[in-house]
């Protein structure tokens, strides 16, 4: 089984709550997470040629592979728990279009959601999953 790594703006409170999301309909820990703003976060997105300063890109890799925006959250929800696979079928959707609807949610999460001073730290259970 190739590793998945879901990397994420670490001060965000809509990635956060989106981390929180994703951990608790992953019953079977299939993911492991990084802050972009992290070491291990930056040397990922260098490794794939992606920009690091881009705090705008939800992250996700699967082994070798690289997806990102509205193609790795479908992605992700392709690997969740119960009926969520089933978004998968928006991949449909002609990327642009996706990615346009992404953007406007990414361009406005900290005036809709708020931003916190530091990266979100794992409790103790979940650092396993976490990245450093």
Same mark, same amino acid.
């Given at each position: 089984?190739?590793?998945? +790594?879901?990397? #994420? ?11 929180? #999301? !994703? ?12 802050s ?24 996700? +890799?699967?082994?070798? &592979? ?6 790795a959250?479908?992605?992700?929800? &392709? ?13 449909? !959707?002609? &990327?642009?279009?996706r990615?346009?609807v ?10 809709? #959601? ?12 979940? &650092? ?5």
């Amino acid at each position: 089984m190739s590793q998945r +790594i879901i990397l #994420f703006d670490g001060v965000c409170n809509l990635c956060h709550s989106l981390v929180t #999301f !994703i951990i608790r309909r992953d019953k079977n820990a299939k993911f492991s997470f990084a802050s972009i703003q992290s070491e291990k976060g930056q040397q990922l997105l260098q490794y794939h040629g992606l920009p690091t300063n881009d705090l705008k890109s939800f992250v996700y +890799i699967e082994g070798d &592979k690289c997806y990102t925006k509205s193609t790795a959250a479908l992605h992700v929800c &392709k690997r969740l728990d119960k009926f969520y696979p089933l978004l998968f079928i928006f991949i449909v !959707i002609p &990327k642009p279009l996706r990615d346009l609807v992404y953007r406007y949610v990414a361009d406005n999460r900290y005036k809709w #959601f708020g931003e916190k001073q530091e990266c979100m730290l794992p409790t103790n259970d979940l &650092k396993k999953r976490f990245l450093t």
